[in-house]
T-cell receptor
Framework: GAVVSQHPSWVICKSGTSVKIECRSL??????MFWYRQFPKQSLMLMAT?????????EQGVEKDKFLINHASLTLSTLTVTSAHPEDSSFYIC???????????FGEGSRLTVL | RKEVEQDPGPFNVPEGATVAFNCTYS??????FFWYRQDCRKEPKLLMS???SGNEDGRFTAQLNRASQYISLLIRDSKLSDSATYLC?????????FGQGTTLQVKP
């Protein structure tokens, strides 16, 4: 089946630094990618929808200047957490959908810990 | 009211038991419904889609009740490997909305 790869799978950083997470569709072209965040024992919360070649659409309450999303190609979307703080520590998961195909494929997730 | 509501559990059942989960949703315009499985500290994986007519995949049966706005998942003959968190998911305008998940623990 289709594969979506996320990198890094885990990262620990100091407060105030920026962290970039990559999401790649390995064997299909993803016109749309979604970024989710999941806190412990909570559901996945959609942060933003990323469309190739256009600006991301952010969900209510998600700061677009803090969570920068770039979807420059049909196989890569990046999420940059700028000036990360401990409350940004979470499990970030991307998902991708191939054009014309309904199923959504998830990356393995990236666990961010901000000290 | 939350968009999706699930009993977080945990549901502790012995091997071989039959267990059922329900999930209610508030948006009557929801278009598609799914059950995902998520293992601890892993990404969610699609278990099955849910159709109005009900559908079955081996030991798993999913049903949708649009009138009452809920979906259900029935697991027969539970295996130890079924232990996981089961996420109720619906799609609206292309976005997936996830429930909190119901944790199932199957004991020997």
């Amino acid at each position: 089946g289709a594969v979506v790869s996320q990198h890094p799978s885990w990262v620990i950083c100091k407060s105030g630094t920026s962290v970039k997470i990559e999401c790649r569709s390995l064997d299909f072209q993803a016109t749309t990618m979604f970024w989710y965040r999941q806190f412990p024992k909570q559901s996945l919360m959609l942060m933003a929808t990323s469309n190739e070649g256009s600006k991301a659409t952010y969900e209510q309450g998600v700061e677009k200047d803090k969570f920068l999303i770039n979807h420059a190609s049909l196989t890569l979307s990046t999420l940059t957490v700028t000036s990360a703080h401990p409350e940004d520590s979470s499990f970030y998961i991307c998902s991708a959908r191939e054009a014309g195909v309904g199923e959504l494929f998830f990356g393995e997730g990236s666990r961010l810990t901000v000290l | 009211r939350k968009e999706v509501e699930q009993d977080p559990g945990p549901f502790n059942v012995p091997e071989g038991a039959t267990v059922a989960f329900n999930c209610t949703y508030s948006n009557s315009a929801s278009q598609s419904f799914f059950w995902y499985r998520q293992d601890c500290r892993k990404e969610p994986k699609l278990l099955m889609s849910v159709y109005s007519s009900g559908n079955e995949d081996g030991r798993f049966t999913a049903q949708l009740n649009r009138a009452s706005q809920y979906i259900s998942l029935l697991i027969r003959d539970s295996k130890l490997s079924d232990s996981a968190t089961y996420l109720c998911v619906f799609s609206n305008t292309g976005k997936l909305i996830f429930g909190q998940g119901t944790t199932l623990q199957v004991k020997p």
